[in-house]
Structure formats: C-alpha cells, structure tokens
T-cell receptor, first 111, second 114 residues
C-alpha cells in the first residue's frame, strides 16, 4: 500500500533560523497537501500542490512538489515562535479521494 | 460559518467497554472523513462518507469499528469492544467536494483505553 514518509520527525531551531521538512511517497501522487497542527489543536490546511515541479510561496513559507510527483518539501525562512507546531504532508493517489498523511515534523522554535 | 465539531473532546474508558464518537461536519459538506492518530505516528485514514454512503472504508482497522452517517448529516464512530491499541486522537474532516479540496478538520476526540 501507499506510504508517505516524512523527515525529520523533530526539529529544534533558534528563532530566525530556517527550517525544512521533506516528504516522500512510495507512489506517484496526483496532488499533495500540507497541514499545520498547533500544539493541542487540529490540522489546518496550508496549501495544495498539483503540478509537477510546482513551487508556491506563502510569505515565509515555500512549498515544492517534485518533478516525479513523489516528493515534496516545505521550507520556512527565518522562523518565528508562531511557527511552532507539527507540519504534515498528505498525498493523494490518482483517482483516489482519501489522503495518506506523513508522520509529521514537529517544529520547536527557541526564542 | 461554523466549523467541524466533535464530541466528546476526551474519553477515558476501560478495555472491553464501548465508546461512540460523534462528528458534525460543516453544513452543506457532503464528504466526511474519519482519521486516527496514534501517539507520534501518522494521521491514518479510516473511512470516507459521501452523504450517507460509505465511499471508502479501506482504513477501518477491524470489525470492532462501526461508522454511520444516517441522513447524511452528522456521523458516529463506535468502537465495541475497545482495546488498548485503539487509544489515540480521532479526527473528523469534511469537504464540500471530494476532489482536490482542502479538508476542514474538527478538534478531535482523544480516546484513552485503559
């Protein structure tokens, strides 16, 4: 069955440093979504990538979808304490409706 | 617009007991999903409703889990009898359109089986 691996599992950064989390799928995806879950909260949608090689930016966040549509990354520039939380990627196979979530990367930002 | 709501927020039960979780999706959202996150692991898909019909229940772990969505509005997920490994956070999510739309998650129900 499909698996979505995400690394690293944990990341501690000093405020102002950059952060990147990587997502790899065992199968080709039709699209990939990213979610953020604040401590004690629930996953909140950030973005969806559909096209091969697509890059999207949201302020300090940059999302990439690999050329083969099997991997993705989220990069945060100059982290802030408000970036704290767990970031999940979630991939959808072609023709499928359900999402396969990665294990998540828990980001801690040290002030 | 009210978000997805789930009840209860926490449930602590003993092994062998029954628990029923409830999810109220966003009004007008035909698609409803159940997920479970066991401590430190991925958010795992359980099943997907389109209105009152089960579209995909491939993620349901075993026949101790029963999901219903009578009338196509709110959904319930019953675990009977509960086992220790059922502990985790159960999330519900909804979308208006199943294709390529963001999923709106509820706050989750934290289930602890002792």
């Amino acid at each position: 069955g499909q698996q979505v691996m995400q690394i690293p599992q944990y990341q501690h950064v000093q405020e102002g440093e950059d952060f990147t989390t990587y997502c790899n799928s065992s199968t080709t995806l039709s699209n990939i979504q990213w979610y953020k879950q604040r401590p004690g909260g629930h996953p909140v949608f950030l973005i969806q990538l559909v096209k091969s090689g697509e890059v999207k930016k949201q302020k300090r966040l940059t999302f990439q979808f690999g050329e083969a549509k099997k991997n993705s990354s989220l990069h945060i520039t100059a982290t802030q304490t408000t970036d704290v939380g767990t970031y999940f990627c979630a991939g959808r196979e072609t023709g499928a409706n359900n999402l396969f979530f990665g294990t998540g990367t828990r980001l801690t930002v040290i002030p | 617009e009210a978000g997805v709501t789930q009840f209860p927020s926490h449930s602590v039960i003993e092994k062998g007991q029954t628990v029923t979780l409830r999810c109220d999706p966003i009004s007008g959202h035909d698609n409803l999903y159940w997920y479970r996150r066991v401590m430190g692991k991925e958010i795992k898909f359980l099943l997907h409703f389109v209105k009152e019909s089960k579209q995909d229940e491939s993620g349901m772990p075993n026949n101790r889990f029963l999901a219903e969505r009578t009338g196509g509005t709110y959904s319930t997920l019953k675990v009977q009898p509960a086992e220790l490994e059922d502990s985790g956070v159960y999330f519900c999510a909804s979308t208006r359109d199943a294709s390529y739309n963001e999923q709106f998650f509820g706050p989750g129900t934290r289930l602890t089986v002792l």
